[in-house]
C-alpha cells in the first residue's frame, strides 16, 4: 500500500519530508490560518479599511469573504487542490514566495478586466495557478504521467481543478451553489487571471527548460 501510494502521489526526490523543503504544506496551513483569521477576528477592521479606500480590496480581498462562509470554504478548497501539488512541487519556502506575490497580480487582472477595484478574491489567484500547473504538466509530461501509476494523480488532479473551476458559490446559503463551468468560466475575475496564468506560465517553463538545456 506504501509502495502503491508513493507511486501515484511522490516523487522520488519529491516525497513530503523535512528534507527536501516539504514542510508538512507550511505555506498552505499558514494561508488557511490567515483567511480564517481575517474572517473571523479581523473582519471588522478590514472592512472599514477598504471603506475609507476601496484599493485596499487588491490585497485583502484574497483573504476576507463577503460572501460567506460556504465562499470561504470554497476557496480554502482551490487552494489545498492546487497546493497538493505545487507546494510539493516547488518546495513549502518557495511556493509562499511564489504564492503571495501572486495574490495583487491576480487580482489586478480582474480589475483591469472590470475597470472596478470592489470585486477579485482568492479564486482569482486559484484559476492564475491551474493554468500554471497545466503548463508544469505539459512541460514534466515524463516525470507525472510515465509508470505505472504514476499517471493517476495527474488525472485527479486535472479533474479536481476543472469541477473548482466550474463550481458556483451564492451568498451566505446553498442556494444557487453547483456547477456551472461555462457562465464560472467566462466570468472576468476567472478569465481575467487564467489567461494571465497561461502567459507567464508558458513564459516561466521555457525560461526554466532553456535554463536547464544550457546546463546539460
Request: aromatic share 18%.
Amino acid at each position: 500500500m506504501k509502495k502503491f501510494f508513493r507511486s501515484v502521489i511522490n516523487l522520488k526526490d519529491k516525497e513530503l519530508n523535512w528534507f527536501n523543503c516539504n514542510f508538512c504544506y507550511a505555506a498552505t496551513i499558514l494561508m488557511i490560518c490567515i483567511m480564517l483569521i481575517c474572517n473571523f477576528l479581523l473582519a471588522t477592521p478590514i472592512q472599514n479599511l477598504i471603506n475609507q479606500d476601496i484599493r485596499w480590496n487588491m490585497i485583502f480581498c484574497s483573504f476576507w469573504y463577503n460572501g460567506g462562509n460556504f465562499h470561504l470554504l470554497g476557496n480554502i478548497m482551490g487552494l489545498i487542490t492546487l497546493s497538493v501539488f505545487v507546494e510539493r512541487h516547488f518546495g513549502s519556502l518557495k511556493y509562499a514566495l511564489l504564492l503571495f506575490p501572486c495574490i495583487p497580480i491576480a487580482n489586478l487582472a480582474c480589475f483591469a478586466m472590470l475597470n472596478y477595484w470592489g470585486v477579485g478574491g482568492f479564486s482569482c489567484v486559484e484559476y492564475f495557478w491551474y493554468a500554471n500547473i497545466i503548463w508544469l504538466l505539459i512541460f514534466n509530461f515524463k516525470t507525472y504521467f510515465m509508470g505505472k501509476f504514476r499517471w493517476i494523480f495527474p488525472v485527479v488532479l486535472i479533474g479536481v481543478i476543472l469541477i473548482m473551476m466550474s463550481w458556483a458559490w451564492s451568498g451566505d446559503g446553498m442556494n444557487g451553489v453547483g456547477l456551472d463551468f461555462c457562465n464560472c468560466l467566462l466570468e472576468p475575475q476567472h478569465y481575467g487571471p487564467f489567461i494571465i496564468g497561461i502567459c507567464t506560465g508558458l513564459f516561466a517553463n521555457l525560461y526554466n527548460f532553456v535554463i536547464h538545456k544550457k546546463a546539460k
